[in-house]
Nanobody, 122 residues
């Protein structure tokens, strides 16, 4: 069992930056690949970024490529999503997920956090 707790969301201006963190507890963090996902009102949850257990492999959805950076600190059991050049369409609840296998598929993630709201406005 893995528990995930996200933090760092809030209200951000268009063009601004915010950093989300997800702290894991319960099992060995390096056993898991990690991902960030988001869900806007009325829409399905979608993939944002993923990182392998050792941080050597990362992937991003096209809409955030070059603006968002996913990273992890295995010593602190933490995965971070640095978000820059934010746009109104980035507004969503952001969730972190964990799975034993590296995957971009939402349905394959075994563990989820409760989510943190990011609102981007003018």
């Amino acid at each position: 069992q893995v528990q995930l707790v996200e933090s760092g969301g809030g209200l951000v201006q268009v063009g601004g930056s915010v950093r989300l963190s997800c702290v894991a507890s319960g099992r060995t963090f390096t056993m898991y690949a990690m991902g960030w996902f988001r869900q806007a009102p009325g829409l399905e949850r979608e993939f944002v970024a993923a990182i392998s257990w050792n941080g050597k492999i990362t992937d991003y959805t096209d809409s955030v490529e070059g603006r968002f950076t996913i990273s992890r600190d295995n010593a602190k059991n933490t995965v971070t999503l640095q978000m820059s050049s934010l746009k109104p369409e980035d507004t969503a609840v952001y969730y972190c997920g964990a799975d034993h296998a590296y995957t971009l598929e939402i349905f394959e993630y075994e563990y989820w956090g409760q989510g943190t709201q990011v609102t981007v406005s003018y």
